[in-house]
């Protein structure tokens, strides 16, 4: 089946540094990745749409330009979190669709948790 | 963007069938019911979906009523492995629209 493959898992970081998380889909290639968030205890919120060759489309409250997400090539997607600080602390979790899994299924990540000291 | 309506947490005894109920009743015709369980601390991890018809595989099966507001996803011999939140989500299939997912249910199998 479908894998994408998220790096890296578990990432700390000072304020004020930027952190970069990638997400590839490894045995098929995805010209759309979406890219979440998720609290403790919370569900899914869906921050932004990754689109290969073009720029992301954001959910509405999400700030562009706190997360640059950049979708270089059909199986490789980043997130970055720019001038990181406590309250971004989250979980972030990348999609992609298609692949064995089939046309219409998204298949997840497992997920990047960063802590912002 | 949720559309869908699930009870917050179910008990289930290992071995016995889990039978998680969805209500999705402003479903559109052109819309598919997902199910996504979740868990703890990893990514979401696909089970099924249909669109008007029962569907079944090795995980699960999905029965969507016929009018389609609600649907039912069962797991005919839960373990304590089943243990997750499980999200209902529907979902246009075109165009890579988008899944936003709700608050889900948290199946508790227990020994």
């Known amino acids: 089946g479908a894998v994408v493959s998220q790096h890296p898992s578990r990432v700390i970081c000072k304020s004020g540094t930027s952190v970069k998380i990638e997400c590839r889909s490894l045995?098929?290639?995805?010209?759309?990745m979406f890219w979440y968030r998720q609290f403790p205890k919370k569900s899914l919120m869906l921050m932004a749409t990754?689109?290969?060759?073009?720029?992301?489309?954001?959910e509405q409250g999400v700030e562009k330009d706190k997360f640059l997400i950049n979708h270089a090539s059909l199986t490789l997607s980043t997130l970055t979190v720019t001038s990181a600080h406590p309250e971004d602390s989250s979980f972030y979790i990348c999609?992609?669709?298609?692949?064995?899994?089939?046309?219409?299924?998204?298949?997840f990540g497992a997920g990047s948790r960063l802590t912002v000291l | 963007d949720a559309k869908t309506t699930q009870p917050p947490s179910m008990d289930c005894a290992e071995g016995r069938a889990a039978n998680l109920p969805c209500n999705h009743s402003?479903?559109?015709?052109?819309?598919?019911v997902y199910w996504y369980r979740q868990i703890h601390s990893q990514g979401p991890q696909y089970i099924i979906h249909?669109?008007?018809n029962n569907e079944t595989n090795e995980m699960a099966s999905l029965i969507i009523t016929e009018d389609r507001k609600s649907s039912t996803l069962i797991l005919p011999h839960a373990t304590l492995r089943d243990t997750a939140v499980y999200y209902c989500?529907?979902?246009?299939?075109?165009?890579?629209?988008?899944?936003?997912f709700g608050s889900g249910t948290k199946l508790n199998v227990k020994p």
């Open positions: 999609s992609a669709q298609g692949g064995g899994s089939g046309a219409n299924v998204l298949t």
């Open positions: 045995d098929f290639q995805a010209t759309t």
């Open positions: 990754s689109n290969e060759g073009s720029k992301a489309t954001y």
């Open positions: 402003t479903i559109s015709g052109n819309e598919y």
């Open positions: 249909g669109l008007k």
């Open positions: 989500i529907v979902r246009v299939v075109y165009n890579f629209n988008k899944f936003y």
